[in-house]
């Protein structure tokens, strides 16, 4: 290195390194001595310095002699010492984002684990009251408790297996045991693949110690099963949960449900995968290696651990996986075995007890739960958090590089002017060597400045690329930085926000809590909360925020990532609606009615007020499905339900139980206003519907119950009003009745015991028919007769058709019972043209009939073996079926044609009244609905639709009867109108074939008296 220096007299030189300056240099060893200036001639310069050069410039020389400037290293220790300070900030500040990562991920699981108990309990409550009512239903049958007091197991299992094929069929049921008093099994009725019960049944136990109903889950051979077992005696069917009966038992039914069936109700209500895992402890193993024979099952007893596990929902829990403690000091409330990642998916295994009816726990149910989504979103949060921070500390790491540059430079200035040429024969600056601070450190400076201003633009790249909105705030809540998302979500441009208060973002409803918002951040450094922001347009939508409190450049700011919650509100509330809305109608379902009614109930206790519960059931959706199809039987329950809902009260409920029934909940009413809301319910069907762009004229049954001291639960009441509505349908329908006592409170039960009784009396011949005769009025004569169906019940007596048909139709069993009525309608009519009584013989046909059974097969086959000619069998049907779009329909109608059959149109004017009927089926006989018939002496307007069916069909060249005919004015109205034909009361009721045989003898006066 050359130090130019000059002399006293101007003169300049060029000293060589090494030479006298070192020696100056050398004296420089106390920090506190002040220099004099040094001459030199021809070898020697002066040199001025004070102590502080000496902090810059001193030191020990090194092996050339020169000495080693600091201000470089200066700085270094500076930059180490921040980026060390950096990176420790950021590590603990990642560690601490892993912990609450693993900590919300806890506690999604353990939220996983009480959802699936409380779903599991609520799935066990609802089918232990399914099962008791099929056990009250079983008990009522007095054939039942005959045998199971006799011991007979062959008539036990002549009446069970049917029985059992039914329940199973529509309620699940996997058992159905009868039990002797002391507890020995007379009979088990069961699927195949089950293998009795092999364990202690406590169940049984509970029941036989309280002598009233036994319930509660029980381990069976390899699963739970839900048992429900109650006492028998011969002289009371019908069973008291609360009092036990004082007859002498006779034995036990027991039915029961397999659990498998709950998991997989259980898989589609949460979205986990279930299992069953039993203490192999509490199995048998000489029943294990039976089972597992009939199963044609290798016998591996001695390969499998502890824990069993039986039933599962997916193969993804292998019967093979180990739990390891699972069973072992397992709480009430479960636990969270372990939470794992593999192939990208994060699982959360969960368990939790069952117990029986005895409080014994010998198993559990294991739940799988994806978390998937969970971490995904938090890992998402992490990334972003850690992006702001990073971001955050670059930020605060240039501002103290600048600083520390500033200072050293003003340092390096500060020297310049102090060793300038002011002072005398020296030189002010080392300019050029490369041990001084030059031009080339300078440059370096700068190129690290652009660097980081290069890091900086792309992560305000990032930032404003990302696809949630990111706010920063100042202490006062003034936004100050604003990404692009951000400004494009809410309309606004960035220049309209920054500056601007937050508040501007928020909406009216959370704008005050605004600056609790902030205090809270800055006094917690950190906080999560939802909140509403608000579009420059006005929109409000939903949001979520995770904020954080960043010191920088000496103050606090306050970093917030915002997330729309617009979607997952929706997805919310549409979780909701299927939780507690009817997907069809969007009326209220089943659950929310129960919760509404609790909420009423005590509300009514409490206020001493009443209530009323109102049954509705449509009339006739079954025959609209079967004849127009399931999209039009929608459309008419989206119309009644459209319809209920205008005429309650916004704090009343209407809704939808499911198929064709609605339940309102009537609030603030007694007993009569409750029947005037049932009236006005059923007036709001009077209105014809337009379906498909067809008329469709639809009734109601509509029952009401009124709350009653006691009633604390809504079953008692639906329970109450659905008996009064069925005692509607047993009257025939379209109309209203108020519950009595003597009305069954159970008419689920009582129908499903109805379709039993309806398949044991057709076996056994109890049905029967009645012909009503036709009269022709232009000369008294019978024409023809309509075969009615009759039911001698040994116990009920005669049950009209109106009580039974509907419930035949449920079971499957009208196509059998109509066959039978066609093919002795058929004898009975040859037998009378064998005696010379030619007469037409009408028989009803159901839409069932047409869409379940080979009807044209049928027909031609009760033809056939009768000998009756194919025109003198006339048909009935109804507008519906013969409006029906269905191929099999159109088919078979097509095909009674070609055989010659005749057809009519029942109760024609009520239904569509479509005279494409009459086009495309070529109709031979239209029958008035009595309807009509019975309104046209006092409803003009009824007599002129009586008046123009009449003229449309002598038009037509068709034969008209009018039904219903019950007084003698009724009759001469038909007279003077030129009807042709007439039934009723009046002329006849439906008689037996001898006093048909009589009455054809007779002419029948119909002249007015």
């Known amino acids: 290195m050359h130090i130019l220096c000059r002399d006293d007299s101007g003169g300049q030189g060029s000293v060589p390194d090494g030479s006298t300056v070192p020696h100056a240099y050398s004296a420089l060893t106390s920090p506190t001595e002040e220099f004099k200036p040094a001459r030199c001639n021809a070898d020697t310069c002066t040199v001025s310095m004070v102590k502080q050069q000496s902090r810059r410039v001193g030191g020990p020389a090194d092996s050339s002699g020169r000495e080693p400037l600091r201000s470089v290293s200066i700085r270094t220790r500076i930059v180490l010492a921040m980026a060390l300070v950096g990176v420790a900030a950021f590590g603990s500040m990642i560690v601490a984002l892993n912990a609450d990562y693993h900590t919300q991920v806890d506690r999604a699981a353990n939220d996983a684990l009480l959802n699936s108990r409380l779903a599991f309990s609520a799935l066990i409550e609802h089918d232990t009251e399914k099962l ?92 739970y099963a839900l048992r429900v077992v109650h006492p028998v005696t011969l002289t009371d069917g019908t069973p008291d949960s609360s009092h036990p009966s004082t007859e002498p038992v006779v034995g036990y039914i027991e039915v029961a449900e397999d659990v498998g069936p709950f998991l997989q109700e259980l898989k589609q ?68 075995l372990g939470v794992t990642t593999q192939n990208g998916l994060t699982k959360a295994t969960c368990v939790y007890p069952v117990s029986d009816a005895a409080g014994k726990s010998s198993g559990a149910i294991v739940v799988i739960h994806d978390l998937s989504p969970v971490t995904a979103q938090l890992r998402d949060r992490e990334l972003r958090t850690a992006a702001i921070m990073l971001i955050s500390g670059a930020a605060l790491l240039m501002a103290v590089l600048l600083l520390v540059n500033r200072l050293v430079f003003a340092r390096l200035y500060a020297m310049d002017a102090h060793i300038g040429p002011s002072s005398p024969g020296v030189m002010p600056f080392p300019i050029e060597g490369d041990d001084g601070i030059g031009r080339d450190e ?60 937050a508040g501007i973002l928020v909406s009216d409803a959370y704008r005050a809590a605004v600056p609790t918002f902030i205090k809270g951040i800055l006094s917690t450094g950190h906080g999560r909360f939802e909140s509403e922001h608000k579009t420059k347009g006005g929109r409000v939508f939903p949001v979520e925020i995770h904020a954080k409190s960043i010191s920088t450049a000496g103050r606090n700011v306050i970093a917030a990532e915002v997330r729309d919650l617009s979607e997952r509100k929706e997805s919310e509330a549409t979780i909701k609606r299927l939780a507690y809305y009817d997907s069809l109608t969007g009326l209220a379902n089943r659950r929310l009615l129960d919760d509404r009614i609790a909420m009423a109930l005590a509300h009514a206790a409490r206020a001493d007020s009443s209530l009323a519960v109102v049954f509705v059931d449509v009339d006739g959706l079954k025959t609209i499905n079967d004849s127009m199809g399931h999209p039009a039987g929608d459309r008419v329950l989206k119309e009644a339900a459209r319809r209920l809902s205008q005429i309650v009260r916004e704090e009343d409920t209407v809704s939808r139980m499911g198929g064709d029934e609605f339940v309102i909940l009537v609030t603030d009413v007694g007993p009569e206003e409750a029947q005037e809301f049932a009236e006005r319910v059923a ?70 015991a109805l379709r039993t009784e309806i ?87 159901s839409a069932w009939q047409f869409l379940h059974g080979d009807l044209v097969g049928i027909v031609a086959s009760c033809l056939a073996s009768s000998g009756l000619p194919a025109e003198r069998l006339e048909l009935e049907i109804t507008e519906g079926t013969a409006l029906s779009d269905s191929a099999d329909v159109q088919k078979s109608l097509d095909g009674l044609k070609e055989l010659g059959v005749r057809i009519a149109i029942d109760d024609f004017g009520i239904g569509y009244s479509s005279l494409g ?75 037996t074939p001898d006093e048909i045989a009589r009455l054809a003898t007779e002419v029948v006066d119909l002249r007015p008296s």
């Open 269 to 336: 209500q949460d979205g986990g995968d279930f299992g069953l895992l039993l203490d192999k402890k509490s199995l048998n193993r000489k029943a294990w290696a039976k089972m597992r024979s009939e199963n044609s099952q290798p016998d591996d007893w001695d390969d499998r651990s502890a824990q069993v596990l039986a039933v599962s929902t997916n193969v993804s829990l292998s019967d093979r996986m180990r739990y390891p403690g699972a069973l072992s000091s397992l709480p009430s409330e479960g636990r969270v």
């Open 683 to 752: 007036g709001v069907f009077a209105p014809p519907m337009f379906i498909a762009g067809k008329r469709i004229s639809v009734t109601a049954s509509v029952g009401i119950a009124v709350r009653e001291e006691g009633d604390s639960t809504s079953d008692s009441l639906i329970r109450r009003a659905d008996a009064a509505m069925y005692a509607v349908k047993q009257s025939g329908g379209h109309g209203h009745r108020v519950f009595q006592p003597q009305m069954t409170a159970t008419s689920d039960a009582t129908r499903f």
């Open 132 to 223: 008791t009512a099929v056990l009250e239903t079983v008990m009522s049958r007095d054939d039942l408790r005959q045998a199971l007091a006799a011991r007979d197991k062959r008539r036990l299992l002549e009446l069970s297996n049917p029985l059992y094929a039914e329940l199973e069929r529509r309620y699940g049921v996997t058992h159905l045991y009868f039990i002797a008093p002391d507890g020995r099994v007379v009979l088990r009725t069961h699927r195949p693949s089950q293998s009795g019960d092999l364990i202690a049944q406590t169940t049984f136990t509970e029941a036989q110690r309280t002598e009233t109903f036994g319930a509660g889950l029980e381990l069976g051979l390899t699963a």
């Open 442 to 501: 300078i440059g370096q400076f700068e190129q690290e400045l652009a660097q980081s201003r290069r890091g900086l633009e792309l992560q305000s790249a990032l930032l404003n690329n990302a696809s949630e909105s990111f706010l920063a705030l100042d202490e006062r809540g003034t936004i100050v930085y604003v990404n692009e998302a951000a400004c494009v979500s809410r309309g606004y441009a960035p220049d309209e926000l920054l500056g601007m208060s």
């Open 917 to 991: 009927i009459i086009d495309r089926m070529s109709v031979h006989s239209l029958k008035i609905d009595k309807l009509f018939v019975s309104q046209m002496v006092a409803r003009p307007q009824s007599r002129a639709i009586v008046g123009t069916i009449i003229g449309l069909a002598r038009f037509l060249n068709l034969l008209v009867v009018a039904e219903g005919v019950e007084s003698v004015d009724q009759l001469a109205a038909l007279g003077e109108l030129d009807c042709a034909e007439a039934q009723g009361y009046l002329l006849s009721r439906a008689v």
């Open 759 to 845: 398949r044991d009396s057709f076996d056994k011949g109890q049905f029967s028919l009645r012909y009503q005769p036709q009269v022709r009025l232009e000369d008294g004569v019978i024409s023809g007769v309509e075969a009615l169906l009759r039911w001698e019940h040994p116990t009920k007596g005669n049950i009209p058709p109106g009580e039974f048909i509907a419930v035949a139709e449920e079971a499957g069993l009208i196509v059998p019972i109509g066959t039978w009525v066609i093919d002795t309608a058929c004898r009975q009519a040859m037998r009378w043209r064998d005696s010379g009584l030619d007469i037409r013989m009408n028989v009803n046909v």
